[in-house]
Nanobody
Framework: DVQLQASGGGLVQAGGSPRLSCEAS????????IGWFRQAPGKEREAVSC????????YYADSVKGRFTVSKDNAKKTMYLQMNGLKPEDTAIYYC??????????????????WGKGTQVTVSS
């Protein structure tokens, strides 16, 4: 069973710096591109950040560039999202997703194969 379990969300004050984790199981983690997506209330799900499976190249949405950092640990089969300087606009459910042998060009809704159920991040003002 393929699973992507996101965790680390919660209520955070503006300016906070939580770190999200995504633990993978049921597939070859290092052979997959993996990324973070988020869905804010009333909005479509959007890509936040991805890591390519082959070259490790990263992608960041303009809205988070310079504030968020994505990384992964293949041994732990875990991807992280270090979030700095959170803003109320960052409030969303954060999902992790993956694609076999994907690149950063797969970092969009229909470019991914597997999805987790997400973790809620709420940023207070």
């Amino acid at each position: 069973d393929v699973q992507l379990q996101a965790s680390g969300g919660g209520l955070v004050q503006a300016g906070g710096s939580p770190r999200l984790s995504c633990e993978a199981s049921g597939f070859s983690f290092d052979d997959h591109a993996i990324g973070w997506f988020r869905q804010a209330p009333g909005k479509e799900r959007e890509a936040v950040s991805c890591i390519g499976s082959e070259d490790g190249r990263t992608y960041y949405a303009d809205s988070v560039k310079g504030r968020f950092t994505v990384s992964k640990d293949n041994a732990k089969k875990t991807m992280y999202l270090q979030m700095n300087g959170l803003k109320p606009e960052d409030t969303a459910i954060y999902y992790c997703a993956s694609r076999l042998r994907g690149s950063i060009f797969s970092c969009y809704e229909y470019g991914m194969d597997y999805w987790g159920k997400g973790t809620q991040v709420t940023v207070s003002s």
